[in-house]
C-alpha cells in the first residue's frame, strides 16, 4: 500500500492508523501484511464508505486536519467508491530482510533457491536470465534500473519485475539508485559458480 512521505512517520509510530482511498476495487486485503515507506502495516478492515461521511476523527487518524481535506486529496475516477482501510503497524521484523540477511546456507537452500530460479527461467519469454541478472547485480551495485536493463537488452518495467522476483527471495536488496546482493544472494552466488 502506498503512502507519500510526509505520512511515513505517522505510520512508524502508530498514529496514523486509516487511510482513504478511491479504488475501482480493493487492493488490499484484511488479514494480510503490506510494505509502506512508513514500515509495514497489517490491514484490519477495508470497507466502503460515502465520502461525506467520513469522520473528523477518521480524519486525524488519516493523517489529515479535516474531513474536508481528505475527500479533496482523494484521487482517481470521481465514479469508483471511496474505501476506509484501517490499519495497524507491525513491530516486528520485515521477513523478506530476515531471509535477505541469512547468508549460511544448507544444502537444502540452495537446491530450493535453484529450484526456484529454474521455474522463473523455464516461465520466461525472454529465456532463462534469473543467474544472468544476479551476476550483473553481483558486478554493477548501484547501477540505475535503466541502465542494467538497457545492458541485457529490456525495457526497464519488466526488468524491475524480474528483479523484485529474486528480492523476495531475499537474493537482492533495492538501492536508490539501483540493486545489490543480499547477504543471501552473495553467498548463493559464491556457492554456485
Known sequence: MRFIKPFWSGIADGTIT?????WRRPTV???RPYR???GR???L????VDPLAISAADAVRAGHASADEVRAVLRDEP?????RVEFRHLDEPDPRE???NTADLSA??????????????????HGPWTRQYLQLIADCPATRAPDLAESVGRETQPFKLDVRKLKNLGLTISLNPGYRLSPRGRAYLETTR
Request: charged fraction near 35%; glycine fraction near 6%.
Open 18 to 22: 486509516v487511510a482513504f482511498r478511491r
Open 41 to 43: 502495516i497489517e490491514v
Open 79 to 83: 465514479e469508483w467508491p471511496v474505501f
Open 45 to 48: 478492515s477495508v470497507e466502503v
Open 108 to 125: 537444502d537452500d540452495i537446491a530450493e533457491i535453484d529450484r526456484r530460479l529454474d521455474r522463473f527461467d523455464k516461465a520466461s519469454k
Open 36 to 38: 509502506t515507506g512508513g
Open 29 to 31: 486485503v484484511a488479514g
Open 98 to 100: 530476515v531471509l535477505a
